[in-house]
Structure formats: C-alpha cells, structure tokens
C-alpha cells in the first residue's frame, strides 16, 4: 500500500518568543523614579515637618501610657492627590 502522507507531515511551530525589552526598561526606569523621589523625601523631610505635613487636622492621634497610633489620613490624601496630578503630567 502506498501511503498519500505530505513529504512534511510536522505541526507547524509558532513563532519564536522575542524577549519584550520595552517592558523591562519601563519597570526598571519606575524604580529609579520611585527611588530617587524616596531619596528627595528623606532629605527634603526636616522642611516637610516644618511646614506642618504629617500633622494635618484630619490625621488620627491615639495617646495611651505607653502605645501611640498615628493613622496620617489627611497626609496620605494629600500625598496621594499630589503624586496621582504628578504621574499624570508625566504620562501626558
């Protein structure tokens, strides 16, 4: 019997996988990003205390003998208001 099979009778195979570079250097420029603006914090954080930031009047303080909780709501509003208006214009 003579068998009518194609010369290459293989599944055809998908396309190599090419390595998504862009994505990899996006999320390695947001950690510099994220790092450097850490940085700037800490160091720009004496003049933050002064001007009153992390004592707003909608931030939660809870005295007791020996416990405190502090709970920043006002301060993380405001931190998140700002950082969410910055990564906008940077995205635009």
């Known amino acids: 019997m003579t068998d009518f099979r194609p010369a290459d009778n293989r599944a055809p ?12 250097m996006s999320v390695q420029r947001l950690l510099i990003i994220f790092g450097l603006a850490l940085v700037a914090l800490g160091v720009l954080w004496p003049l ?13 303080v809870i005295e007791r003998d020996s416990f405190r909780l502090y709970i920043p709501l006002a301060t993380s509003l405001l931190v998140s208001v700002v950082l969410s208006l910055l990564l906008w214009l940077v995205n635009r």
């Open 13 to 24: 195979q998908p396309a190599p996988m090419r390595p998504c570079y862009t994505r990899a």
């Open 48 to 60: 933050i205390s002064k001007i009153g930031l992390g004592r707003l009047p909608g931030d939660i």
